[in-house]
């Protein structure tokens, strides 16, 4: 195996080649991942870059990305497939007028229904077939990424849904009958612990949290995410960022936001932390009200603290 599969290293270089700058946690788990053949549930709080490892992994690797936003009521026929009921309608009415034709010469009511049955079958066959994400990512003959994003926000039944897809790369549908992938995909599961996810399904995933990454990471990913933001700026923020992440607040900034942060500094023309920009720009890194008064009074003593 060779390029950015080759080994853990060369993933991590990889992805850094596609603007994600991956800790060596990350990337074993990935280069595992692909090479034993494993879905990969990838748990952590928003913001930290759980959807973008899948988003980069699909760019690195040069592959299609199928991507499936779960929610709640989430069912087979938005995830798998489901029949184009209007197009099927839109035959019955053509043939309509050919069925008197078809059933005429029939010697009994038997012979008329299997005629019948017959003509049924047409209408749940492949061209009435529209696929849905699992059923387009095993159906990609090279394979592709799978990103089944937020996978704790689908209900219990779905997650049951998903272990044969996820332990023998299949579906059964019960007319055309089990569809297999030719290559399986590399899937990512993403969850933000909005609730536990059953046994079976971490059973069949590799799991990897990703934390809130220490100082240095987190300059290194601004950088690569914000590269005409100056070096000076850069470790200002990030230790501003690490210093709220320290305090009791209802949502501690994540990278997503340090990163957002970053690129508005730079919108403004800032060099430096002053405090009265920092105040203006609270709301772009705390996302609730009562976080921003309760640090407002506390920016002086914060910027000095890094």
Not at 2 to 25: D, F, H, K, N, Q
Not at 62 to 78: A, H, N, T, V, W
Not at 98 to 106: S, V
Not at 179 to 193: D, E, I
Request: proline share 6%; aromatic share 6%; charged share 25%.
């Amino acid at each position: 195996m060779s390029g950015p599969l080759a080994s853990v290293e060369a993933l991590i270089a990889g992805l850094a080649g596609v603007g994600y700058i991956a800790s060596r946690r990350i990337a074993t788990a990935l280069y595992m991942a692909i090479n034993l053949q494993k879905p990969i549930l990838v748990e952590g709080s928003a913001g930290v870059g759980k959807t973008e490892l899948g988003l980069s992994t699909a760019a690195m690797l040069g592959q299609p990305l199928i991507r499936m936003q779960c929610y709640e009521g989430l069912d087979e026929s938005k995830a798998l497939y489901e029949w184009k009921y209007g197009k099927q309608l839109l035959y019955t009415q053509i043939l309509k007028d050919r069925m008197g034709e078809t059933l005429k010469d029939a010697p009994d009511m038997d012979a008329a229904m299997e005629r019948l049955h017959g003509m049924g079958d047409l209408f749940f066959s492949e061209p009435f077939l529209e696929p849905r994400p699992l059923m387009k990512a095993l159906r990609e003959d090279d394979g592709c990424v799978l990103l089944i994003d937020e996978v704790d926000k689908s209900d219990e039944a779905f997650e049951a849904f998903l272990l044969e897809v996820l332990s023998a790369y299949q579906v059964s549908i019960p007319e055309l009958g089990v569809v297999k992938a030719k290559t399986p995909p590399l899937v990512f599961l993403t969850s933000n612990n909005v609730r536990d996810l059953g046994d079976a399904l971490k059973r069949r995933c590799l799991h990897l949290h990703i934390p809130l990454p220490e100082a240095k990471l987190e300059e290194r990913i601004v950088a690569s995410r914000v590269p005409e933001i100056e070096a000076r700026l850069t470790h200002a923020l990030v230790a501003f960022i690490q210093s709220l992440r320290t305090l009791d607040l209802r949502k501690p900034p994540s990278i997503s936001e340090t990163v957002d942060w970053a690129r508005a500094l730079v919108l403004l023309g800032a060099d430096s932390l002053e405090p009265s920009l920092v105040r203006d720009t609270l709301n772009v890194i705390l996302k609730f009200e009562q976080d921003i008064e309760a640090v407002e009074p506390q920016v002086v003593e914060l910027i000095r603290r890094r």
